[in-house]
């Protein structure tokens, strides 16, 4: 028997690969997979009222594979970075897209206030959200 105070975001089509808390944990935003499209659109979810607040979609044009997502610490902004060195930044009150970046590498992490991320191969490295400038190099493998 289902608990009334659980909160189930899973359906029978999706596969579930990420989700992320909002800074004032009232929201989850989730990434799936679906097994009747190639990208399932990000959902954002109110954990209070337990409602589906909006559906963010990514247009084919990207080759709209999410990689990273975070909220923005005054939670105006989502943050999406794509498996194509893009980044995606949606509005958190409207849903629509506010800004792409094109990067010339792939975002694997945001920092808290999401300025700078960080990407990850044979070095890891800091760099600039909004213009993709590289801030420095902080590790290199061996």
Same mark, same amino acid.
């Given at each position: 028997?289902?608990? %009334?105070?659980?909160?189930?975001?899973?359906?029978?089509?999706?596969?579930?690969?990420?989700?992320?808390?909002?800074?004032?944990?009232? /929201?989850?935003?989730?990434?799936?997979?679906?097994?009747?499209? /190639?990208?399932? =659109?990000?959902?954002?979810?109110?954990?209070?009222?337990?409602?589906?607040?909006?559906?963010?979609?990514?247009?084919?044009? /990207?080759? %709209?594979? =999410?990689?990273?997502? !975070?909220?923005? %610490?005054? *939670?105006?902004?989502?943050?999406? *970075?794509?498996?194509? /060195?893009?980044?995606?930044?949606?509005?958190?009150?409207? *849903?629509?897209?506010?800004?792409?970046?094109?990067?010339?590498?792939? %975002?694997?992490?945001?920092? =808290?206030?999401?300025?700078?991320?960080? !990407?990850? *191969?044979?070095?890891?490295?800091?760099?600039?959200?909004?213009?993709?400038?590289?801030?420095?190099?902080?590790?290199?493998?061996?």
């Amino acid at each position: 028997m289902n608990n %009334p105070d659980d909160f189930y975001i899973f359906s029978d089509d999706e596969n579930i690969l990420q989700i992320i808390v909002s800074r004032n944990s009232k /929201y989850i935003l989730s990434r799936s997979d679906s097994k009747n499209s /190639y990208v399932s =659109p990000l959902k954002l979810w109110d954990i209070l009222n337990k409602k589906l607040v909006r559906e963010l979609h990514i247009d084919k044009k /990207y080759d %709209p594979l =999410p990689h990273s997502m !975070s909220f923005t %610490p005054d *939670g105006n902004k989502i943050i999406i *970075g794509l498996w194509n /060195y893009l980044i995606i930044i949606f509005d958190f009150q409207s *849903g629509n897209i506010q800004e792409t970046v094109k990067l010339n590498v792939r %975002p694997h992490i945001f920092s =808290p206030d999401g300025k700078m991320f960080l !990407s990850i *191969g044979e070095k890891l490295d800091l760099w600039e959200t909004m213009t993709g400038n590289h801030v420095r190099t902080l590790w290199v493998a061996d």
